[in-house]
C-alpha cells in the first residue's frame, strides 16, 4: 500500500494557524451558547498562553494538567498549552482528588487548570492551581493585555526552531491509564502521531465546515481525533 503524505514535520499549533489563516470567521468551536471562531479561538490561546508563563512554576516543555468539562475552555487551554511549549495532561473533570493526586506526582505536574468551584477541594494538592473561569473571563472582557498575534507566531516559531536541534520530536500530551495494578501509568504522545491521526487519513478525513461531536472523556484516547481532526480541517 502506498503512503499517504501528512505534515509530519509540522507542529499542531502550525496547522491550526493554517486554518486561521485561510478562515479566521469560520467556526471553530460550538460549545453550548459559545460560538468561537478561528481568529477569536486564536486569539484567546495566545493570550491564555502568555498569561500561563507568568507563575515561576512554568518552564518549556513542562506537563501542565487540566481538569475541565468538554467545552470551549478546554480547547483554549490545549492550544494555550503547546503555544506555550508545554506538554498537556487531560484529566477528567469528575476525576476523584485521590487519582488526580497520584497523576500529578506520577506526571511531575507543576501546574493544574481547574475549574472556579473546584479551587477550594483542589487546594490541598502540591501543584500551582490556574483559575481557568477566572483567567478566561479575564481576556473575554478585554481586561487581561493585548497580544501582538504576528510577534507571538514569531517567537513561538524561533523556539520551535531553537528547541529542535536539542530535543527530539515535539510533544503533544501525556495520557495516563490506570494499568493492571491501579498504579498510574503515563504515555507521552508525539504530536506528529496526532498528525498522522487526524491529517489525510485513509478512513475519515473531516472536512471543513463538518462538525464533530466531542463524545467520550479528555482522558481517553478518542478525545485526540474528535478534538484535533475537526480543529485542523477547518
Known sequence: ATAR??????????????????SPDAMAVHAGDVQ????????????????????????????????????????IVMLAILKSHGIYLPLAANTPLERVGDVLAAGTVPLLFAENEHMPTMSQLDVVLLDTDALLAEIASGAATPVQTHDHILRYRNAVEQ????????????????????????????????????????????RARERVLLTGSLAFDAATFEIWSALLNG
Not at 505534515?7 to 494557524?17: A, D, N, T, Y
Not at 486569539?43 to 512554576?57: D, G, H
Not at 494499568?179 to 504515555?187: A, E, L, N, R, Y
Open 5 to 22: 503524505p501528512y505534515p509530519k514535520h509540522s507542529s499542531l499549533v502550525e496547522e491550526f494557524l493554517k486554518v486561521v489563516q485561510s
Open 36 to 75: 468561537l471562531s478561528y481568529a477569536e479561538l486564536d486569539a484567546r490561546s495566545w493570550q491564555l498562553a502568555e498569561m500561563l508563563q507568568r507563575p515561576p512554576a512554568w518552564q518549556p516543555g513542562c506537563h501542565i494538567a487540566l481538569m475541565l468539562e468538554k467545552d470551549e475552555r478546554a480547547l
Open 163 to 206: 528547541g529542535a536541534a536539542e530535543a527530539g520530536p515535539a510533544l503533544a500530551y501525556l495520557m495516563f491509564t490506570s494499568g493492571s495494578t491501579g498504579t498510574p501509568k503515563g504515555t507521552l504522545i508525539e504530536q506528529c502521531a496526532v498528525l498522522r491521526l487526524v491529517c489525510n487519513t485513509d478512513y475519515h478525513q473531516v
